[in-house]
């Protein structure tokens, strides 16, 4: 008789909204986490289309692009967590954690992964 772990058991499907004004990111972004696990239920472009999304489809996680055309992400991660339901916001961008200084901190939001380290292990690692 086979017996599955109790981590296959008692794991949950993190739902995502993966929030990025780059289309090819957003693409490659949703690949990644897919095979990583992870149900990704929509995508916006800008600041303004997140929280409407997040209003929609109240994800588990959101994966939140600091720099957006419209509002930034560090006030988009600061919104989010003022609503009833709270997702699990991560902060990404191309540039380093280290160049924003305390806003990450400050924003609200559970980390950061760089846009070229993101993956759906380590979107995991960061949530548990």
Known sequence: MVVASSACQHRTV???LIVDDHVRFR???????ASG??????EAADGAGAL??????RPDV???DVQLPDIDGFEIAARLGSH???????LTSSRDAAEFGGLVARSGALGFIPKAELSGTRLTSLLE
Do not use: C, N, S, Y
């Open 14 to 16: 993190k739902r995502v």
């Open 27 to 33: 693409a490659t972004a949703r690949r990644w986490l």
């Open 37 to 42: 696990g992870f149900d990704v239920v929509g």
């Open 52 to 57: 409407e999304a997040a209003a929609r489809l």
């Open 62 to 64: 959101v994966l939140l």
């Open 84 to 90: 009833d339901h709270r997702p699990a916001v991560v």
